[in-house]
Nanobody
């Protein structure tokens, strides 16, 4: 059973940076996709960045150039480096796992995700 544990959230001022980590356990292959979602009160959950099993990546427009998703396959950890954070980036951030997803060209459909982390809060003040 796949399990995900996020860490690294916190409070920063606008323009600051935060790195989120997502530790993956319970899956023996490395060709999985990790997608970072976020949700703030009153808003729908949105996928912001994804990395496929072949290390292809996708970012939504509002974070492109500011967020960077990466992974350390040896450690089974995925990262989301967030820079130039803005108050509108304030949200609970979740990582989600989808097995055997390659050639990422968009946020994968929700039905593909098999496991979710517990979430980590990122708060950005102006």
């Amino acid at each position: 059973q796949v399990q995900l544990v996020e860490s690294g959230g916190g409070s920063v001022q606008a323009g600051g940076s935060v790195r989120l980590s997502c530790a993956v356990s319970g899956y023996r292959w490395s060709t999985y996709c990790i997608t970072w979602f976020r949700q703030s009160p009153g808003k729908e959950r949105e996928g912001v960045a994804a990395i496929g099993g072949d290390d292809s990546t996708f970012y939504i427009g509002s974070v492109k150039g500011r967020f960077s998703i990466s992974r350390d396959k040896a450690k089974s950890i995925a990262y989301l480096n967030m820079s130039n954070l803005q108050p509108e980036d304030t949200a609970m951030y979740f990582c989600a796992f989808a097995g055997q997803v390659l050639n990422i060209q968009n946020i994968p459909p929700l039905r593909l995700f098999e496991a979710w982390g517990q979430g980590t809060q990122v708060s950005v003040s102006s």
